[in-house]
C-alpha cells in the first residue's frame, strides 16, 4: 500500500520560506517521479512543480525561481524548498506520485499540509 504523508507547512510572514517534505512508503521510491500540487480556498487544484526518476524538474510559472523540488531516494522522501512566499502562495499543498518514471497523471496522493503566508 502506497502511502504519502506531507509535513513542513505552517505560517509564515510573506518574503519567508518553509520546507516541505512528503515521505513515502509502499513502493521503489527512485522509480518513480514525484510532484507537488496545491489548492487554495475556492480554486481547483493546480500543479507547482514535479520531479522524475532522473531529477530533471519542471515548474509551474508562478513559482519557479522561488520554490525548489528535490528528492533524496536514500530517505524516499521528497521536498519543496518555498523561498519568496507571497500571500497568494497559501494554500494546502499536496504531494503526488505518478506510477511511472517519468512525470505524468498522478494516481498516488497525500493527504495536504496547510501553508499560510501573512502579508
Known amino acids: 500500500q502506497v502511502q504519502l504523508v506531507e509535513s513542513g507547512g505552517g505560517l509564515v510572514q510573506a518574503g519567508g520560506s518553509l520546507r516541505l517534505s512528503c515521505a513515502v512508503s509502499?513502493?521503489?521510491?527512485?522509480?518513480?517521479?514525484m510532484g507537488w500540487f496545491r489548492q487554495a480556498p475556492g480554486k481547483e487544484r493546480e500543479f507547482v512543480a514535479a520531479?522524475?526518476?532522473?531529477?530533471?524538474?519542471y515548474y509551474a510559472g508562478s513559482v519557479k525561481g522561488r520554490f525548489t523540488i528535490s528528492r533524496d531516494n536514500a530517505k524516499n522522501t521528497v521536498y519543496l524548498q518555498m523561498n519568496s512566499l507571497k500571500p497568494e502562495d497559501a494554500a494546502v499543498y499536496y504531494c503526488?506520485?505518478?506510477?511511472?518514471?517519468?512525470?505524468?497523471?498522478?494516481?498516488?496522493w497525500g493527504q495536504g499540509t496547510q501553508v499560510t503566508v501573512s502579508s
Open positions: 503526488a506520485s505518478t506510477p511511472t518514471p517519468s512525470w505524468g497523471p498522478p494516481r498516488y
Open positions: 520531479i522524475n526518476w532522473r531529477s530533471d524538474t
Open positions: 509502499g513502493r521503489t521510491f527512485n522509480n518513480y517521479a
